[in-house]
């Protein structure tokens, strides 16, 4: 831990810099695209058709039951064994990593949304239903914005998780936070101060995350909505 303080600013920050627009430029799509996902399929499995209920527990079942390191590998390094009318599918490490993280993402994201959607009363349906709006509107305009504020303390959670799981795309040779700080503890054999400072960026990338999600829970609040606080 010998000048520490001076091997942290003049090596560690500002490789680690580097590679933490890598990482935003992981989390940021994969969140949403996770969001959009999950509202989608849990809508579906709630409303849709039995087949296509059926498909999409299948789709929940892989992604919520596979290691998303298996999954990485596969959308890297399995996908371009893959061939639709005689084209490979390849992927460049951080597209791989943004498709695998959003739907795996989306899977989790999906059963939020699913919970929140019934736990809403069947009366609202039928109350809509009277006042002469078609189901698709009843759904979205109704029933859909109140099961998304419910919940959003979990699909928040699923984010911050994916601050945290976005690591992984180290291995499949993304420069991350934690690819950068892997290449430079190689490099100087001072492991304990790189991990220490990566340790404190994650941190640093959920306790912001933290802070927005509070504001968006903040804004979304409902009137009445809400279950009270002690």
């Known amino acids: 831990m010998e000048g520490f303080l001076d091997f942290a600013v003049s090596r560690i ?25 999950g509202i989608t399929v849990g809508t579906a499995r709630v409303y849709g058709p039995r087949p296509v209920v059926r498909a ?23 996908l371009p064994y893959v061939t639709i009318a005689g084209v490979s599918l390849v992927l460049s490490p951080v597209w791989a990593s943004i498709v695998g993280f959003a739907l795996c993402s989306g899977a989790y994201q999906s059963e939020y949304i699913r919970g929140g959607l019934l736990s809403i009363k069947r009366g609202q349906l039928r109350a809509a239903q009277a006042l002469g709006m ?4 009843t759904i979205t305009a109704v029933v859909l914005p109140q099961a998304f504020r419910r919940a959003l303390p979990g699909c928040g959670n699923e984010i ?22 892997r290449s ?36 979304l609040e409902l009137p009445g909505f809400e279950t009270k606080k002690d």
């Not at 627009?21 to 996902?37: F, K, M, Q, R, Y």
């Not at 527990?57 to 298996?70: E, I, Q």
């Open 160 to 181: 911050i998780y994916l601050i945290k799981y976005s690591s992984l795309a180290s291995i499949i040779t993304v420069n991350d936070l934690t690819g950068m700080g």
């Open 56 to 78: 999409l527990d299948g789709y929940v079942s892989v992604f919520r039951g596979t290691p998303l390191v298996v999954q990485l590998y596969f959308w890297y390094f399995a």
């Open 184 to 219: 430079l503890a190689k490099s100087t054999f001072r492991n304990t101060e790189v991990f220490i400072v990566v340790g404190l960026y994650y941190l640093a990338l959920v306790t912001v995350a933290t802070f927005v999600l509070r504001a968006v829970e903040k804004r």
């Open 134 to 137: 078609t189901p698709l509107t």
């Open 13 to 37: 920050i500002p490789a680690l810099d580097a590679g933490l627009w890598t990482s935003i430029l992981l989390i940021v799509p994969a969140s949403l695209l996770g969001i959009v996902i």
